[in-house]
């Protein structure tokens, strides 16, 4: 099926046809990489960036909480250096069983410290890890000084757990700022 419409120079021709002078198209659009898939749209050049990647702006939600324990940690390393030198930090979304947690009218933890596992004959040993639960901190704090207070808060008192001391004695400066 062919249409040919002739308006002065300027003509337009749509074929359901295959030919010979169609260019070969590609299978899968989406194999494409995304830059080959940006077009220029409204002739206001290619899609980009909204903001250049060492701006702070450009740091999601997730990077900044990890700077935050990242900081936090290494302060207490910095107070603790040889009992902290292998315990491992993590940062997860959300605690696992979150919704048996919740329903069973329980608060939802903030983190969890898991003590070092020795070697075994059979058994790889692992190191000491404290895991701080995003989303469960966030929800309790209204801005990002709140939330900074909350981390360092809840790490020492996950170091505090890990090695069977007061919290007050891992940071000198624990809740002291607050006036607590």
Avoid at 4 to 24: C, F, M, T, W, Y
Avoid at 119 to 146: F, K, W
């Amino acid at each position: 099926m062919q249409f040919k419409a002739n308006d002065g120079e300027q003509s337009l021709r749509i074929s359901l046809d295959p030919q010979e002078s169609d260019p070969p198209r590609e299978e899968n659009p989406a194999a494409r990489s995304f830059t080959s898939r940006r077009r220029d749209r409204h002739g206001r050049g290619l899609r980009g960036p909204v903001l250049d990647a060492g701006l702070p702006g450009s740091r999601t939600r997730g990077q900044k909480f990890d700077d935050l324990v990242v900081d936090s940690a290494d302060r207490l390393r910095s107070l603790w250096p040889e009992a902290l030198a292998t315990v491992e930090y993590l940062v997860e979304e959300v605690p696992e069983r979150l919704e048996s947690l919740l329903a069973s009218g329980a608060q939802a933890p903030l983190g969890k410290y898991v003590p070092a596992r020795p070697a075994t004959a059979g058994n790889m040993g692992e190191p000491a890890s404290i895991a701080i639960y995003r989303h469960p901190v966030e929800a309790l704090c209204d801005n990002a000084g709140q939330v900074r207070e909350l981390v360092h808060e809840v790490l020492v008192e996950q170091v505090a757990g890990l090695l069977n001391i007061d919290p007050d004695a891992v940071d000198p400066l624990f809740r002291h700022h607050r006036g607590h």
